[in-house]
């Protein structure tokens, strides 16, 4: 049972869980960067996974269960694809 807030609605661990895995999905929108995106995105997939466990809600876990191989799989991409500008050596033109 949660404590009570000013407006009578209280709040538990469960709720907070989704809290913070909404906040870190509105976070994704603010990414420029594709790489800090997909980090992003993993973070509020695992948050999402703990809140669908820990509410019993199955279709917010199944969801993000399938969504966080994608999210990994494409943060991997990014880095494979990615040349540090020191390893591409000097601009000659």
Same mark, same amino acid.
């Given at each position: 049972?949660?404590?009570?807030? !000013? =407006?009578?609605?209280?709040?538990? @661990?469960? *709720?907070?869980?989704?809290?913070? &895995?909404?906040?870190?999905?509105?976070? =994704?929108?603010?990414? &420029?960067?594709?790489?800090? $995106?997909? !980090?992003?995105?993993?973070?509020?997939?695992?948050?999402?996974?703990?809140? @669908?466990? &820990?509410? *019993?809600?199955?279709?917010?876990?199944?969801?993000?269960?399938?969504?966080?191989?994608?999210? $990994?799989?494409?943060?991997?991409? $990014? !880095?494979? =694809?990615?040349?540090? =500008?020191?390893? !591409?050596?000097?601009?000659?033109?």
């Amino acid at each position: 049972m949660g404590a009570p807030s !000013r =407006t009578g609605v209280q709040m538990n @661990g469960h *709720d907070l869980l989704g809290w913070l &895995a909404a906040g870190l999905m509105l976070l =994704t929108f603010w990414c &420029a960067d594709a790489r800090a $995106l997909r !980090r992003c995105a993993i973070g509020a997939n695992l948050a999402f996974i703990a809140y @669908g466990l &820990a509410a *019993d809600l199955a279709p917010v876990l199944a969801l993000h269960l399938v969504l966080l191989p994608v999210n $990994l799989f494409r943060l991997l991409r $990014l !880095r494979e =694809t990615s040349v540090p =500008t020191v390893a !591409r050596g000097p601009n000659l033109n």
